[in-house]
């Protein structure tokens, strides 16, 4: 091999590292804007039902900071140390850029879920990521009004509930009442 030929390798083999490392840069931006969401995602629902289980008011604030938005739950009143505990833990949603609540962007975002599920927040709180310059197709999760599991459009959808028992095949079969089977 030549020099010239070796010098064309390493040129294609810097030209494909550098474009599979942009898209993979990408797609890790991506999937922690995901996490974001997902966070934001149980947050609400843990806040839903600790407000319903143990009858306090809970509050779920989204704030700006630190170039992304971090988010937070308050207790009005008592819980558990172990529920406590997970109320302490801030979720930082740095790859967020943009919170909207009901159309409307916001800096600061306060959900109360009222004890016993009086009060819910009923709307949607759509999220964009940062990295999208055109303020581009974010993620939207449905808060309903009332106790309910929080979706939104990327996710995951549960399997059907189990209708049927698993019951014995005699039981299965249709027989007359009074009857013995056959």
């Known amino acids: 091999m030549t020099l010239i030929e070796i010098t064309v390798v390493m040129v294609i083999l810097s030209l494909v590292g550098g474009v599979i490392g942009i898209k993979g840069w990408q797609l890790t931006r991506h999937h922690r804007f995901e996490c974001a969401v997902d966070a934001v995602a149980a947050k609400l629902s843990l806040a839903a039902q600790l407000a319903l289980t143990f009858e306090?008011?809970?509050?779920?604030?989204?704030?700006?900071?630190?170039?992304?938005?971090?988010?937070?739950?308050?207790?009005?009143?008592?819980?558990?140390?172990?529920?406590?505990?997970?109320?302490?833990?801030?979720?930082?949603?740095?790859?967020?850029?943009?919170?909207?609540?009901?159309?409307?962007?916001?800096?600061?975002?306060?959900?109360?879920?009222?004890?016993?599920?009086?009060?819910?927040?009923?709307?949607?709180?759509?999220?964009t990521p940062s990295y999208s310059s055109d303020g581009g197709r974010g993620s939207t999760l449905r808060l309903p009004g009332y106790p309910a599991r929080i979706v939104y459009e990327n996710s995951i959808p549960l399997p059907p509930p189990q209708v049927r028992a698993p019951y014995p095949e005699e039981v299965l079969q249709e027989k007359e009442p009074g009857l013995p089977a056959a």
Do not use: C, H
């Open 56 to 127: 306090v008011d809970l509050v779920a604030q989204i704030d700006q900071a630190n170039g992304g938005f971090e988010m937070r739950l308050t207790a009005d009143g008592e819980l558990p140390s172990t529920f406590r505990a997970l109320l302490d833990r801030k979720a930082v949603l740095k790859e967020v850029g943009e919170v909207r609540y009901n159309g409307s962007a916001e800096n600061q975002v306060r959900l109360v879920f009222g004890a016993g599920a009086s009060t819910s927040p009923r709307g949607e709180l759509t999220l």
